[in-house]
C-alpha cells in the first residue's frame, strides 16, 4: 500500500448499521479473516480516547496490536491510530448515505507507519493488506446485506 491507499464499496445498509457493526472491535473477527480476538480495552467504539486491542494471524504467529480512536462522527466517520510496536495501522472509514440513508457508500483508508525494525516490514505488511484488505471489506458487505 502506498502511504494512504483507500478501498470504497457500497452496502446495503443504512450508516447507522454499517457504523455500529464495522466499527465495534468484537466483531472484527467475524469479517476479518486474519483476526484471531479483538475488543475495547476502555471506552467504547464511539468515544474518542477510547482504546481497544486486535490479536491478528500474521504468518505462523499470533500479533497483538493496541489502537486508539482519535476521531468520532456517528455514523458517519471513525479514525483510529496505533499506539504501540513496530508496525502501527492507521484507519479512517468514512460512510456516506446513499438511497435516501438506506445505503451507504463506505471508504477505508488504511496506513502503516513503521518503527524501529517496523520500517523494514512495511513492503511486505503493505503488500499484505493490499491482498488482504479487500476481502475484509467484501465480506463485511456480505455479513451486513444478509442481515435484513
Do not use: C
Not at 478501498?7 to 468484537?26: C, K, L, Q
Not at 486474519?34 to 468515544?47: E, H, I, K, L
Not at 484507519?91 to 457508500?105: A, F, N
Amino acid at each position: 500500500m502506498s502511504d494512504d491507499e483507500s478501498f470504497t464499496i457500497d452496502i446495503a445498509r443504512s450508516p447507522a448499521d454499517v457504523f455500529a457493526y464495522g466499527t465495534e472491535p468484537s466483531t472484527f473477527s467475524e469479517w476479518q479473516a486474519d483476526v484471531v480476538d479483538a475488543r475495547m480495552v476502555s471506552g467504547t467504539p464511539s468515544t474518542v480516547g477510547s482504546q481497544f486491542s486486535t490479536t491478528r494471524r500474521i504468518g505462523p504467529a499470533d500479533r497483538t496490536l493496541n489502537q486508539e480512536i482519535v476521531e468520532v462522527d456517528v455514523p458517519t466517520r471513525w479514525v483510529v491510530r496505533g499506539t504501540d510496536g513496530p508496525i502501527r495501522p492507521n484507519m479512517t472509514v468514512t460512510i456516506e448515505p446513499l438511497d435516501g440513508g438506506s445505503g451507504s457508500r463506505v471508504t477505508f483508508a488504511l496506513s502503516f507507519e513503521g518503527h524501529g525494525m517496523g520500517v523494514a516490514l512495511l513492503p511486505m505488511v503493505r503488500s499484505a493488506a493490499r491482498k488482504g484488505a479487500p476481502v475484509s471489506y467484501r465480506k463485511l458487505k456480505e455479513l451486513l446485506e444478509s442481515r435484513g
